[in-house]
C-alpha cells in the first residue's frame, strides 16, 4: 500500500509511504542514492560609464578619479555547494520482512528511503541558495535627474558652457540644502517628513549632475548552478563553467570567458562494518539496504584563487551495507531509522517512539 506524503524538507517535492503486507509479500522495493552536487557559482558584473563633462570633472569640482571609458569587468565572489541524492540505477534493492508484519517505509519522489517506521524525516540543513541581484538604477535615471537640468543648460549648445552651468547649479543645491537643514530657508517645509523629501530630492539632483562629470558605476549579481556528480574516485581540475564581463556565465568551451575549476578530492572512503577478527560482516539476508558514505573535499578555483573549499560526504564514494529486518518487525521493541536522502547514510536509530 502507497500513501502520498507532503515533504517539505527537500523543496517542491512529495513523498510516498509504503508498507509491507501480504499484497507485496512483506517486501519493499527502494533505490539508494547516488550524490550529486549542486554547485551554485555567484558572480559580480561591474560596469563604468563616463559622464558627459568627463573632461571638466577637476576644473569644476576638483575630482581626480572621473570615469573616462567605458569598462566591464566580472568576478566570481562566493560558491555555494548543495549535496543531492538522485537514484542510483545500479542500487534498486528489495527489503524483505517477516510474514505478518506491518513495517512501513517513507520514500522521496525518487524512490530513496527517507525513514522506516516513522513518518518523521530529517530537516534539510542545506544552505540558503543565492539569489540574482539587478543593479541599483543609476543617478541619471529618474524624474530628479530631469529636474537637475535647468533650461539654459538645455537650450546651451556648447558642451563647455554646459558643464559650468551644471557645476553652478551642483553648489546652488549644497547652499539651498544647508539653508533648509540651518533653518534660514526662506520656504522652509512644513514638517519633519516633507523636509526629508525635500532633501532627498536635492541629494538626488546633485547626485545626477555629479554623475555628469565622474561618470556612473554600477554591480549586479548573477547565479549559476552547475550539477556534477562526481564519480567515487572524485574530479580533478574539472572546468565547470566560464564567467565573462560580457555575457556573464557561459559555456566550459566557449573561450570567451575565464575558467571556473572544480576539484573533487577524496578524502575517506566509507567501509563496510568489520567483525572482531576484522573481516567484513555479512550483509543481513533481506536487510534494509543504507550507505556508509565517504569524505571528499569540494574545491572550486577561478583566476588562480580558491573561492569555495568544502568537505562534503557522498555516496557513491562508499560502501553498501544492511539493517537487519527483524529489527523493525519485533513485538516488543520495533527499531525505527531516519536516512539522508543526500548520501543514503543513517542519521538516527533506535525504538520506535
Known amino acids: 500500500m502507497a500513501t502520498a506524503l507532503p515533504w517539505l524538507p527537500a523543496g517542491a517535492q512529495t513523498s510516498q509511504k509504503i508498507t509491507a503486507g501480504k499484497a507485496s509479500e512483506y517486501g519493499l522495493v527502494y533505490s539508494l542514492p547516488v550524490t550529486a552536487l549542486d554547485i551554485y557559482l555567484v558572480a559580480e558584473l561591474e560596469e563604468a560609464h563616463p559622464g558627459e ?10 575630482a581626480a578619479d572621473a570615469v573616462t571609458a567605458d569598462s566591464r ?5 562566493d560558491v555555494v555547494v548543495v549535496p543531492r541524492g538522485t537514484a542510483d540505477p545500479d542500487q534498486r534493492w528489495l527489503a524483505q520482512f517477516k510474514a505478518g508484519s506491518t513495517p512501513f517505509m517513507i520514500l522521496n519522489s525518487d524512490n ?4 522506516v517506521n516513522t513518518e518523521n524525516v530529517a530537516e534539510s540543513t542545506a544552505p540558503a541558495i543565492p539569489a540574482p541581484k539587478a543593479a541599483a538604477p543609476s543617478p541619471l535615471e529618474g524624474e530628479a535627474a530631469r529636474q537637475a537640468v535647468t533650461q539654459e543648460m538645455a537650450r546651451s549648445s556648447s558642451t563647455s558652457k554646459r558643464a559650468e552651468l551644471a ?32 532633501l532627498d530630492n536635492l541629494a538626488a539632483q546633485e547626485a545626477a549632475l555629479t554623475a555628469m562629470f565622474t561618470g556612473v558605476k554600477s554591480a549586479s549579481t548573477i547565479v549559476e548552478k552547475v550539477t556534477v556528480t562526481p564519480d567515487s574516485a572524485g574530479v580533478n581540475d574539472k572546468i565547470i563553467a566560464r564567467l565573462s564581463a560580457v555575457d556573464g556565465f557561459v559555456a566550459p568551451d566557449n573561450l570567451a570567458g575565464a575558467p571556473v575549476r572544480l576539484t573533487v578530492k ?46 562534503v560526504a557522498i555516496a557513491q564514494s562508499g ?33 520506535v517512539k
Request: aromatic share 6%; charged share 25%; glycine share 10%.
Open 266 to 311: 577524496l578524502l575517506e572512503s566509507g567501509a563496510i562494518p568489520a567483525m572482531e577478527n576484522g573481516s567484513p560482516k555479512a550483509f543481513p539476508k533481506g536487510g534494509v539496504a543504507y550507505r556508509i558514505p565517504g569524505r571528499v573535499l569540494v574545491s572550486v578555483e577561478y583566476a588562480g584563487r580558491t573561492i569555495a573549499e568544502q568537505e
Open 53 to 62: 563633462f568627463q573632461n571638466y570633472a577637476r576644473r569644476h569640482l576638483g
Open 112 to 115: 530513496i528511503p527517507l525513514a
Open 167 to 198: 557645476a553652478q547649479r551642483i553648489f546652488e543645491l549644497r547652499e539651498t540644502r544647508s539653508d533648509i537643514l540651518s533653518g534660514q530657508a526662506d520656504n522652509p517645509p512644513a514638517d519633519g517628513k516633507a523636509m526629508q523629501l525635500v
Open 319 to 351: 560502501a553498501v551495507f544492511g539493517l537487519d529486518p527483524k529489527l523493525f518487525t519485533d513485538k516488543k521493541e520495533p527499531s525505527q531509522v531516519q536516512f539522508d536522502p543526500a548520501t543514503g547514510a543513517i542519521i538516527e536509530l533506535g525504538p
Open 73 to 77: 569587468s566580472a568576478r566570481l565572489t
